[in-house]
């Protein structure tokens, strides 16, 4: 990729039937202090009026044929707090909910294509400060002054729903020197890593959860594996770039996400036992973790019947077997037909 005096950002937000936060998430990245030079929504075929919403704002452009391929529509809207620059706003419209998975291969594919430097790569359900992007940018900047080997940032996840500053949305964990994750090891609080952080870096990264990528990382290790639907494609991703990059967290650079909580037993579960069985791969340990996952896995599945066990297995065999893709007959498997 050609270099250029100052490098280009875009930002990839997939969303599926969430608009009202969606809402909140792309007034978030509009306010930013440091502006972004382009903006991928990827619209997994939302039902929700999504199109219609963003459509009313004039956000996007309108989409002249929708059908069976994806459809997208640019927009150039100036900033009104920047004097002479505009946000190019893509809207792409998939046909059908690809999952996760699909939404961030399809953005982030489209955002490399087009020539932007890094990527700035999050869910809908995300939120972030309004000098978030500047904060990366700057620490990007001192990295590379440095002559830092190559990296990948991420924003710190704070709990939306705390104000404190220090509950954490999604868990901070630790590496090894190998650069596997400490297993049982889950750092819920800021304040527990404060000793661990050093010039606001913290060694770990929270992938899709405002992910500051450079493309020169995805034309090394690849795409998100569209093949994951949903569960799991982030951290296939993050250590697959992990072999190659450092990962670490800046912590000034603050965004807010729904605090994570305990899946319910549902179709869902399918797709994390399987996926972790493969993300597994990527690390020490993996008859250990895959033991483990599958212990717990079982005993949840038991306390749902036959059906539940079902699903469990049917999963299991997938992982072990690397089947991928999306499963429509999961549904079949919990409903006991």
């Known amino acids: 990729m050609t270099e250029r005096a100052t490098e280009t950002i875009a930002a990839v937000v997939v969303t599926y039937n969430r608009k009202d936060l969606l809402i909140e998430c792309l007034g978030s990245l509009l306010g930013q202090s440091r502006p972004l030079d382009a903006l991928y929504v990827v619209d997994n075929d939302s039902t929700d009026g999504t199109y219609d919403r963003l459509l009313d704002r004039g956000w996007i452009a309108p989409i002249e044929t929708p059908g069976a391929e994806p459809a997208e529509t640019v927009r150039r809207a100036p900033l009104p707090a ?15 909910n690809t999952g996760g998975a699909g939404g961030f291969h ?17 869910d809908d359900d995300l939120r972030a400060a309004a000098d978030a992007l500047a904060v990366l940018v700057e620490k990007k900047e001192a990295l590379e ?15 939306k729903e705390q104000a404190d500053g220090d509950r954490l949305a999604c868990p ?9 994750p400490r297993m049982r ?9 404060q000793d661990k952080t050093e010039d606001g870096l913290y060694r770990w990264a929270c992938p899709f959860n405002g992910t500051f ?28 770039v992990a072999g190659k990059y450092e990962l ?26 399987r996926n972790m069985l493969v993300i597994n791969r990527h690390f020490n340990f993996t008859a250990l973790r895959n033991l483990k996952l599958v212990a717990v896995s079982l005993a949840r599945g038991a306390r749902h019947g ?32």
């Open 82 to 96: 920047f004097a002479g620059r505009a946000l190019e706003t893509h809207y792409v419209r998939l046909p059908e």
């Open 213 to 240: 990528v450079p493309a020169r990382a995805v034309a090394e290790v690849g795409l998100p594996n569209r093949e994951f639907f949903i569960e799991g494609d982030e951290k296939d991703f993050l250590w697959r």
């Open 145 to 159: 002054s440095a002559g830092h080997r190559p990296f990948l940032l991420n924003c710190l996840v704070l709990a």
């Open 248 to 273: 670490y967290t800046v912590v000034a650079s603050r965004v807010f996400h729904p605090a994570s909580r305990v899946l319910p037993f549902n179709w869902k579960q399918y797709y994390h036992i």
């Open 106 to 122: 399809e953005g982030m594919k489209r955002a490399v294509a087009a020539g932007f430097d890094w990527l700035w790569v999050m």
């Open 172 to 180: 901070l964990q630790e590496l090894t020197d190998a650069g596997h």
């Open 306 to 337: 036959r059906r539940g066990i079902r699903l469990v297995w049917y999963a299991v065999q997938d992982g072990l077997r690397g089947r991928l893709g999306k499963r429509d007959d999961v549904f079949a498997w919990l409903d006991g037909s």
């Open 185 to 193: 090891v889950y750092h819920w609080r800021l304040s527990e890593v």
